[in-house]
T-cell receptor
Framework: NAGVMQNPRHLVRRRGQEARLRCSPMKGHSHVYWYRQLPEEGLKFMVYLQKENIIDESGMPKERFSAEFPKEGPSILRIQQVVRGDSAAYFC????????????FGQGTRLTVV | AQSVAQPEDQVNVAEGNPLTVKCTYSVSGNPYLFWYVQYPNRGLQFLLKYITGDNLVKGSYGFEAEFNKSQTSFHLKKPSALVSDSALYFCAVREIKAAGNKLTFGGGTRVLVKP
């Protein structure tokens, strides 16, 4: 039973380019969460999605960031026109359902903007 | 709004000694509480959770945590630390009535276990 799979593990982008981060949740999980971790900081919630729906995007920057979780395929976090401040580790987590079940995390994508 | 505080940036302990990592939380209702561990360049691994019931929760790798409602704390403990326990530890809280598993994390505590 594969865990949460994120790719790529490392991504380097020049300022102004687009970054696409992918997350495949654990089998049977229909809830996906994205978090951002800046160096030496804790994780900050960005967005919560279920299949084809954004449930909570209160942590997403208003511009340049978007997320989707289509009916088929992985969840995508998209960052347009990246800036140096976007450099961070982006973690995806998934859970089976609402309620108290813990979320399982992927190994993250480390984005470096040069 | 919910919040989590981990007052210590780093905890140093000798191998074989007890380890405690502190966490306090703030939520408007009843909390779900979690501890995760992060090894270098890895994702977060789940250690344990408190939902309801016994205040002392036992988790993976010999860790346990004690929920104290009056002190709004959820300290992580291990009776005898190992060098391999050196990692970054995160406490997280989720408000019971909140939708999904949106977690609020503390800033993390780095644990260094010296041989």
């Amino acid at each position: 039973n594969a865990g949460v799979m994120q790719n790529p593990r490392h991504l380097v982008r020049r300022r102004g380019q687009e970054a696409r981060l992918r997350c495949s949740p654990m089998k049977g999980h229909s809830h996906v969460y994205w978090y951002r971790q800046l160096p030496e900081e804790g994780l900050k919630f960005m967005v919560y999605l279920q299949k084809e729906n954004i449930i909570d995007e209160s942590g997403m920057p208003k511009e340049r960031f978007s997320a989707e979780f289509p009916k088929e395929g992985p969840s995508i976090l998209r960052i347009q026109q990246v800036v140096r401040g976007d450099s961070a580790a982006y973690f995806c987590a998934s859970s089976m359902r609402q309620g108290y079940t813990e979320a399982f995390f992927g190994q993250g994508t480390r984005l470096t903007v040069v | 709004a919910q919040s989590v505080a981990q007052p210590e940036d780093q905890v140093n302990v000798a191998e074989g000694n007890p380890l405690t990592v502190k966490c306090t939380y703030s939520v408007s209702g009843n909390p779900y509480l979690f501890w995760y561990v992060q090894y270098p360049n890895r994702g977060l691994q789940f250690l344990l959770k408190y939902i309801t019931g016994d205040n002392l929760v036992k988790g993976s790798y010999g860790f346990e945590a004690e929920f104290n409602k009056s002190q709004t704390s959820f300290h992580l403990k291990k009776p005898s630390a190992l060098v391999s326990d050196s990692a970054l530890y995160f406490c997280a809280v989720r408000e019971i009535k909140a939708a999904g598993n949106k977690l609020t994390f503390g800033g993390g505590t780095r644990v260094l276990v010296k041989p």
